[in-house]
């Protein structure tokens, strides 16, 4: 069976970083799946272009080994606020990292 993004993490969310910025913040639940999971492939840039359309230059990611987390941020396709906007602060946006299968 496939380790899910949401068994390694205490806590999940996300939000703007901006008019032009989506992060995301994972606290895992502890050093030994921060250290196991941080760096995987099945969290980078491919998976934000297919899950939210990003620009896979433009996704950055930021370790913080203190606090078991790691951030990705990623630019927005258009610009917080628009017409269509649907999650205008991002904060629905982490629901889809959730089943991400890491194993």
């Not at 990623?74 to 982490?94: L, N």
């Amino acid at each position: 069976m496939m380790t899910k993004l949401a068994e390694v993490c205490r806590h999940i969310r996300s939000k703007n970083a901006g008019p032009y910025w989506v992060t995301f913040d994972l606290f895992f639940d502890g050093p030994e799946n921060f250290t196991r999971y941080s760096d995987h492939p099945a969290l980078g840039p491919a998976l934000m272009q297919r899950l939210f359309g990003a620009d896979p230059a433009l996704v950055q990611r930021y370790p913080v080994p203190r606090l078991n987390m790691l951030k990705i941020s990623y630019a927005r396709t258009a610009a917080q606020g628009g017409m269509v906007e649907r999650d205008m602060h991002c904060g629905q946006q982490f629901v889809r990292l959730l089943d991400v299968e890491l194993d």
